[in-house]
């Protein structure tokens, strides 16, 4: 291919100005010589053409394919119905038709979900980077294969960065049918013991206007109602423990619906103590006394009442009470009136000194059946005649002392049991043998109740700590009064703060230290789940996986330490898992609660058509009304429109690869030279010739 280019010897600027300067000089030349001054005219424009430096370059080019970016959309969206089937026929035969055409490379994208965020179907994002090594002018055209839900369109056509024409495939039908649960009010954090507030709404098309919405906290039915479509609707739920208390809201399908999976809305709610209040009442004064205040009083979410007994009914001297600095023991109020508001109790070395009679322990027996928690810190007093063993509380001790204590140096150390259990577990220093912590000297000498198991021992392998449960309440028992020496640093002391606040969390229920507990949740990689199994056995069974959509999955767990099985899966899906092992349920929603992708489901043709049209492209659904699929022929256009009623145009742009070049220089060597010498020496020939005539 021959073309003439210019590489000038001075800049154009200059060269415009010296052309203005000859042909003025041109024009006073023909004004006072005549037509001969023509041939001076000549030879300057020789000698301008000769400063531009004209020359012809022969290209030897290669034509190069223009490029067609096919773009299909994997999301969430498109896994829904019959539209993974619709995508995959279309990309086959988009594949094909592509294949015939000789000067276009197609470029398919498939565009999955997101992995991390809520963002959405982000196509154009990446069309974007699946183009960045192609130039814009050799782009013949954009096929998106989609169901028109895409949450990134550009403002214009001028954002998109090239010219080409944008077509829109749409899957789906348009008479589909769904419906959903919209979360209208979501609270994220609950008082526990107290109602929260949700407001909801569903929404559907093509359904009935009613339909029955059923209500569950952490997997079990709580209510079942009926309610208007498209209207708001509340319900309250109590938040039962601390924690994640997941709320989860399903509206029965319709017949023949697009997906169940947005049939469910998942509401994690985080129980939150408003105060934890707890009574600690302290028997005659000893060392230990004021370690269980100092550590109650550390914590800004407890509400602490303690009362000392200092004078005992065996201790009346006549003093007048008119004239003692004591404060009465307000018995009838604490353990009739108001036993119900504290979440704990606790009895340090405490004796039956006939302070509280007979009937004030069987409310205490009562309170922990219906779900309170004791605590029971024992000293001598509990081996002698004034044990609380031998009160009312006896019926749900997990010990019964024999009334002996041993005062001699040990360590405590964990039991077989102990080892396992999340109160004791990894307990800091308990990993060497002996543990490595500072000893007690004291230990009450008890036997634990059949079924009941210690989880620290101490000398001659005594129990040391025994833990029950009664009805819905709970018990410890802690038979020595020597953990101050772990606070005192004595033998360079012990963990006594996380035995005793593990001790007391799990006497008020805290979900992270129950025996058998099943837990999920997501890793940083997004769609990783991590399935943790607590139990108090020594082997455990595979956990059922069940997915949103109801597909179901077993995972078998390794035991990462005693008492702790674990495992880690991929979820395939976005939405909320259901967990089962045993008699135990756990929940777990992968990527967000409600996901975008999930809050439209209908096709779309129109998101897309302004866009698309701006650019020449066009919009159309390949699901026919038969029920069969249309997929419209591919046609290179040049000029004019470019869609038809079964055909989509690509404009090709004749792009071409140069592989050498070859210059020709017109104004440099022997011919120019003699060109330029001939035009001088004929002015000078004929304006000879006319000087001599006249």
Same mark, same amino acid.
């Given at each position: 291919?021959?073309?003439?280019?210019?590489?000038?010897?001075?800049?154009?600027?200059?060269?415009?100005?010296?052309?203005?300067?000859?042909?003025?000089?041109?024009?006073?030349?023909?004004?006072?010589?005549?037509?001969?001054?023509?041939?001076?005219?000549?030879?300057?424009?020789?000698?301008?053409?000769?400063?531009?430096?004209?020359?012809?370059?022969?290209?030897?080019?290669?034509?190069?394919?223009?490029?067609?970016?096919?773009?299909?959309?994997?999301?969430?969206?498109?896994?829904?119905?019959?539209?993974?089937?619709?995508?995959?026929?279309?990309?086959?035969?988009?594949?094909?038709?592509?294949?015939?055409?000789?000067?276009?490379?197609?470029?398919?994208?498939?565009?999955?979900?997101?992995?991390?965020?809520?963002?959405?179907?982000?196509?154009?994002?990446?069309?974007?980077? %699946?183009?960045?090594?192609?130039?814009?002018?050799?782009?013949?055209?954009? =096929?998106?294969?989609?169901?028109? =839900?895409?949450?990134?369109?550009?403002?214009?056509?001028?954002?998109?960065?090239?010219?080409?024409?944008?077509?829109?495939?749409?899957?789906?039908?348009?008479?589909?049918?769904?419906?959903?649960?919209?979360?209208?009010?979501?609270?994220?954090?609950?008082?526990?013991?107290?109602?929260?507030?949700?407001?909801?709404?569903?929404?559907?098309?093509?359904?009935?206007?009613?339909?029955?919405?059923?209500?569950?906290?952490?997997?079990?039915?709580?209510?079942?109602?009926?309610?208007?479509?498209?209207?708001?609707?509340?319900?309250?739920?109590?938040?039962?423990?601390?924690?994640?208390?997941?709320?989860?809201?399903?509206?029965?399908?319709?017949?023949?619906?697009?997906?169940?999976?947005?049939?469910?809305?998942?509401?994690?709610?985080?129980?939150? $103590?408003?105060?934890?209040?707890?009574?600690?009442?302290?028997?005659?004064?000893?060392?230990?006394?004021?370690?269980?205040?100092?550590?109650?009083?550390?914590?800004?979410?407890?509400?602490?009442?303690?009362?000392?007994?200092?004078?005992?009914?065996?201790?009346?001297?006549?003093?007048?009470?008119?004239?003692?600095?004591?404060?009465?023991?307000?018995?009838?109020?604490?353990?009739?009136?108001?036993?119900k508001d504290f979440d704990l109790i606790i009895f340090d070395r405490y004796a039956?000194?006939?302070?509280?009679?007979?009937?004030?322990?069987?409310?205490?027996?009562?309170?922990?059946?219906?779900?309170?928690?004791?605590?029971? %810190?024992?000293?001598?007093?509990?081996?002698?005649?004034?044990?609380?063993?031998?009160?009312?509380?006896?019926?749900?001790?997990?010990?019964?002392?024999?009334?002996?204590?041993?005062?001699?140096?040990?360590?405590?150390?964990?039991?077989?049991?102990?080892? $396992?259990?999340?109160?004791?577990?990894?307990?800091?220093?308990?990993?060497?043998?002996?543990?490595?912590?500072?000893?007690?000297?004291?230990?009450?000498?008890?036997?634990?109740?059949?079924?009941?198991?210690?989880?620290?021992?101490?000398?001659?392998?005594?129990?040391?700590? *025994?833990?029950?449960?009664?009805?819905?309440?709970?018990? *410890?028992?802690?038979?020595?009064?020597?953990?101050?020496?772990?606070?005192?640093?004595?033998?360079?002391?012990?963990?006594?703060?996380?035995?005793?606040?593990?001790?007391?969390?799990?006497?008020?229920?805290?979900?992270?230290?129950?025996?058998?507990?099943?837990?999920?949740?997501?890793?940083?990689?997004?769609?990783?789940?991590?399935?943790?199994?607590?139990?108090? %056995?020594?082997?455990?069974?595979?956990?059922?996986?069940?997915?949103?959509?109801?597909?179901?999955?077993?995972?078998?767990?390794?035991?990462?330490?005693?008492?702790?099985?674990?495992?880690?899966?991929?979820?395939?899906?976005?939405?909320l898992h259901t967990l089962r092992s045993g008699g135990l349920v756990a929940f777990?929603?992968?990527?967000?609660?409600?996901?975008?992708?999930?809050?439209?489901?209908?096709?779309?043709?129109?998101?897309?058509?302004?866009?698309?049209?701006?650019?020449?492209?066009?919009?159309?659904?390949?699901?026919?009304?038969?029920?069969?699929?249309?997929?419209?022929?591919?046609?290179?256009?040049?000029?004019? $429109?470019?869609?038809?009623?079964?055909?989509?145009?690509?404009?090709?742009?004749?792009?071409?690869?140069?592989?050498?070049?070859?210059?020709?220089?017109?104004?440099?060597?022997?011919?120019?030279?003699?060109?330029?010498?001939?035009?001088?020496?004929?002015?000078?020939?004929?304006?000879?010739?006319?000087?001599? =005539?006249?």
């Amino acid at each position: 291919m021959l073309s003439l280019s210019f590489t000038p010897l001075l800049p154009w600027p200059v060269l415009a100005g010296l052309g203005i300067l000859v042909a003025l000089l041109v024009g006073l030349a023909i004004f006072a010589r005549g037509r001969v001054a023509l041939l001076r005219a000549l030879a300057l424009a020789l000698v301008l053409a000769a400063l531009t430096n004209p020359s012809l370059v022969r290209e030897d080019r290669e034509p190069v394919k223009d490029v067609a970016a096919i773009v299909v959309d994997r999301s969430g969206s498109q896994a829904l119905g019959e539209r993974p089937a619709m995508t995959d026929t279309v990309r086959a035969e988009l594949q094909r038709r592509f294949g015939a055409l000789t000067n276009i490379e197609p470029r398919f994208v498939d565009v999955p979900d997101s992995t991390q965020g809520d963002d959405g179907t982000k196509l154009f994002a990446a069309l974007s980077q %699946a183009l960045a090594d192609v130039p814009a002018e050799r782009l013949a055209g954009v =096929v998106m294969l989609t169901d028109g =839900v895409v949450h990134d369109i550009p403002a214009s056509a001028a954002a998109l960065g090239f010219k080409a024409p944008l077509h829109v495939l749409v899957t789906g039908r348009p008479d589909e049918r769904d419906r959903q649960i919209r979360m209208l009010e979501a609270p994220r954090f609950g008082i526990v013991g107290k109602d929260v507030t949700i407001r909801a709404e569903v929404m559907e098309r093509g359904g009935t206007g009613n339909a029955v919405v059923t209500v569950r906290r952490d997997g079990e039915e709580i209510e079942r109602r009926s309610v208007p479509t498209g209207q708001a609707f509340a319900l309250q739920t109590r938040i039962e423990h601390g924690g994640p208390n997941v709320v989860e809201i399903e509206v029965e399908p319709l017949p023949g619906e697009l997906t169940v999976v947005n049939n469910r809305a998942v509401l994690p709610i985080e129980g939150i $103590r408003e105060k934890l209040r707890v009574l600690l009442v302290s028997g005659e004064p000893h060392q230990g006394e004021r370690t269980w205040r100092n550590l109650l009083k550390s914590d800004a979410n407890v509400d602490l009442v303690h009362f000392t007994i200092l004078r005992p009914p065996e201790k009346q001297d006549g003093t007048p009470i008119s004239e003692l600095s004591l404060i009465a023991f307000p018995t009838r109020e604490l353990f009739v009136q108001k036993i119900k508001d504290f979440d704990l109790i606790i009895f340090d070395r405490y004796a039956n000194q006939s302070v509280l009679p007979s009937a004030y322990f069987e409310n205490i027996v009562r309170y922990v059946r219906d779900g309170g928690a004791l605590l029971i %810190a024992a000293g001598p007093e509990f081996a002698s005649t004034s044990s609380l063993a031998r009160t009312r509380l006896s019926q749900i001790l997990p010990g019964e002392p024999n009334g002996r204590v041993v005062e001699q140096p040990y360590k405590a150390a964990l039991t077989g049991v102990g080892t $396992r259990h999340p109160v004791t577990r990894a307990l800091p220093g308990s990993e060497s043998t002996p543990p490595a912590w500072g000893d007690w000297l004291r230990i009450v000498s008890a036997q634990t109740k059949p079924g009941v198991q210690p989880i620290l021992q101490g000398a001659n392998a005594l129990p040391l700590l *025994a833990l029950s449960r009664e009805e819905k309440g709970r018990v *410890a028992l802690l038979l020595s009064d020597h953990a101050w020496l772990w606070a005192r640093g004595y033998a360079e002391g012990g963990p006594y703060l996380d035995l005793l606040r593990r001790l007391g969390h799990w006497l008020m229920k805290e979900p992270a230290l129950e025996e058998e507990a099943l837990r999920a949740q997501t890793t940083a990689q997004g769609r990783e789940v991590r399935v943790e199994r607590q139990t108090m %056995a020594e082997t455990t069974d595979p956990v059922t996986v069940t997915g949103p959509s109801g597909g179901e999955q077993s995972l078998t767990l390794t035991q990462s330490e005693p008492g702790l099985f674990s495992a880690t899966f991929e979820a395939k899906e976005l939405g909320l898992h259901t967990l089962r092992s045993g008699g135990l349920v756990a929940f777990v929603s992968v990527g967000p609660p409600n996901p975008r992708e999930l809050a439209d489901v209908f096709s779309d043709t129109e998101r897309l058509r302004a866009l698309a049209e701006s650019t020449g492209g066009s919009v159309r659904r390949v699901a026919e009304a038969g029920g069969g699929i249309e997929v419209p022929r591919l046609q290179s256009v040049r000029s004019g $429109r470019l869609s038809g009623a079964d055909w989509i145009g690509l404009r090709p742009s004749d792009s071409a690869t140069i592989r050498g070049v070859e210059v020709y220089p017109l104004a440099l060597g022997l011919a120019a030279l003699a060109l330029l010498a001939a035009a001088v020496l004929a002015m000078w020939l004929v304006e000879g010739r006319r000087g001599r =005539v006249a």
